[in-house]
């Protein structure tokens, strides 16, 4: 029987996917612990994208409504981890989105990795080489 406490996902957004984070961020997440079963590309249809986030959606509808506008933008790279129990932390899920924090890049903006931009026109966000 699966412990689905041991178990995460994770959904890489269209702009992530576009700069071709997914084996940067799965890397960066193996190193503390978590380890791929599997990944698929697919589009997130509206329907889809309400029941994911049925139970997180906690921001304003702005928010809301520019998160349906980036889904659209492209495929998302959708991954089921696995974990080992770590002390403190009821499930893996858990420990995925509210204990894992990436260490800011001193002058990089906010959403934006060391590896490209999202806005690759302003060369005030780097360049994407």
Known sequence: MVDLNRL?????KPDGVAQRLTG??????????FRPLALRELRLAPER??????TTRTAGRLDWELNAVLYALGPVH???????????WPSAA?????GLKATPVPGVPRGVG???CKHPRR????NRR
Do not use: F, M, N, Q
């Not at 940067?24 to 612990?33: D, P, S, Y």
């Not at 994208?49 to 049925?54: D, F, I, P, W």
């Not at 858990?94 to 509210?98: G, H, K, Q, V, Y």
């Open 8 to 12: 995460a996902l994770l959904v890489v």
């Open 24 to 33: 940067e961020i799965l890397a960066w997440l193996g190193k503390r612990g």
């Open 123 to 126: 060369p005030e966000y780097g």
């Open 78 to 88: 959708a991954v089921i981890l696995e974990s080992t129990p770590v002390p403190g």
């Open 49 to 54: 994208r309400s029941r994911l986030y049925a």
């Open 94 to 98: 858990d420990r995925l989105s509210r």
């Open 114 to 116: 060391r590896r490209g």
